[in-house]
């Protein structure tokens, strides 16, 4: 069933303390228009300081995943990003008058409290999923994760951890479905240990943390010296350790928090794939480095199924839309220099054409006679051919007319094409035809492979009687 995509009805406001910079942060959801997914935008830098949700842009995973591009960055964007993708938003503006995201009590429950606050609106536009159609293996060697995305007719995420920790154990976490986030996921803490958060604080490198935006957990004997130390750093009267080997500052919402919290930032760093994702993922020993790999690895994917949906279906049992002599009668070139068969498709805005390849082309004879390759002027002129039949389409009485080019730019050859191949032109308009004038984006294959590339811009013109 396709589902529309969503943005909020009204924009919502969130404040609190950045964790590394101890500055009050304002964070502004605003609702955006359909496609146009996440934005954040930098008010402290300008009014168009835009960076998008998008892994190519990851600069930082060393302590929460941190974006940027040119002098515009922006840290700790996980939670808000999972709170968002939790909640059903495709489309919003995320405003934020620092360099970081408030870290609240260190969950995505904030966010989420404020995104419900603000409801939600459909929109004209559908969603458009990134489906797992076969199981995809990825191996972070570095970190020893593994991720595995299975076929799902819906979001799906299991989460395993190990920290070779008697305190914290083995765990593991399931979000069946995106609309038990809310309720299961989003409340979940981040969590250090001991050992950890005195080395951050030492270089100071949390200056807005305390003890109520995360979970501490102790796995080594420790001195009441040091305990106090803690205290006087959190401007607490005492701190404590408990037999389960946390300190006294929170109790714990479920016995496996730090895995459902895990599950809550693959929820938040798979967001930056840039497609809502239909699949089950599953994740052992996730952290920010590994998750945000993998949304990298899904949005190559992403970009090769499109490339792949983009390439012309050719079915030589299939009548053409105009043969040859149709050709011929709307075109004024003729053999040799008549370089298109078939047209397989056009409307108002597009046209599929063929040439097939022979040995027999003339311009075979005198160009790499032993290793014949189809010039690429040539390739250029028939993709223009095949473009004349889209303007010519656009007059009553196309045999009246000539096509002239104007234009050629960013043309690319990317591979051979030689003998016995069968190039199919691809063109779309850039721009409506207007007084004859067509500008248009090209692009050529030879059975999946993309060959060339260009764009072009003619006018047509009537012959002189």
């Known amino acids: 069933m396709a589902i529309k995509q969503r943005t909020i009805k009204e924009p919502v406001t969130v404040s609190g303390v950045g964790l590394h910079t101890g500055e009050t942060i304002n964070l502004t959801c605003k609702p955006a228009k359909e496609n146009s997914g996440i934005v954040f935008l930098r008010t402290d830098i300008a009014t168009d300081a835009y960076i998008e949700a998008d892994a190519n842009l990851v600069v930082d995973t060393s302590r929460g995943t941190s974006i940027g591009r040119d002098n515009i960055r922006i840290s700790t964007v996980e939670h808000v990003l999972a709170a968002l993708t939790g909640m059903g938003i495709d489309n919003v503006i995320v405003e934020v008058d620092q360099p970081e995201i408030p870290i609240l009590d260190g969950s995505s429950k904030f966010f989420t409290k404020a995104l419900k606050k603000a409801g939600s609106v459909e929109q004209n536009a559908f969603r458009d999923y990134f489906e797992i159609k076969e199981p995809i293996h990825f191996f972070h060697q570095e970190k020893d994760c593994e991720i595995i995305a299975l076929p799902s007719d819906h979001y799906r995420i299991t989460c395993l951890i190990d920290y070779q920790s008697k305190v914290l154990g083995h765990q593991h976490a399931s979000l069946d479905k995106l609309s038990d986030f809310e309720q299961q996921i989003a409340p979940c803490r981040t969590f250090v240990f001991l050992h950890e958060l005195e080395f951050l604080l030492d270089q100071s490198l949390i200056k807005g943390g305390d003890l109520s935006n995360a979970i501490v957990f102790v796995d080594r004997p420790v001195s009441q010296e040091e305990l106090d130390r803690m205290a006087r750093l959190f401007n607490r009267p005492s701190v404590e350790v408990k037999t389960e080997g946390l300190l006294n500052n929170l109790d714990l919402y479920f016995p496996n928090e730090p895995a459902r919290h895990k599950l809550l930032d693959i929820v938040g760093d798979l967001t930056l794939a840039g497609k809502p994702i239909k699949g089950h993922i599953i994740a052992k020993k996730p952290g920010h480095a590994s998750n945000v790999l993998f949304a990298k690895h899904l949005k190559s994917l992403i970009k090769e199924r499109i490339q792949q949906a983009q390439i012309p279906v050719y079915d030589p049992n299939t009548p053409p839309i105009f043969d040859i002599n149709d050709i011929q009668r709307m075109l004024p070139h003729r053999p040799p220099f008549l370089l298109v068969d078939k047209i ?107 060959v060339m590339e260009a764009e072009l811009m003619a006018q047509i013109g009537k012959k002189q009687q």
Do not use: W
């Open 344 to 450: 397989i498709e056009i409307d108002d805005s597009h046209v599929v054409g063929l040439k097939n390849v022979t040995m027999n082309e003339s311009f075979f004879v005198g160009h790499f006679p032993n290793e014949p390759v189809m010039p690429g002027v040539l390739q250029v002129e028939a993709m223009a051919q095949a473009g004349g039949i889209l303007v010519l389409s656009t007059v009553k009485d196309p045999e009246n007319y000539y096509t002239y080019f104007l234009k050629i730019d960013n043309v690319r050859f990317k591979q051979k094409v030689i003998p016995g191949d069968t190039l199919i032109f691809k063109l779309h308009l850039i721009s409506p035809v207007r007084r004859g004038i067509c500008h248009m984006k090209g692009v050529a294959y030879v059975g999946n492979k993309l």
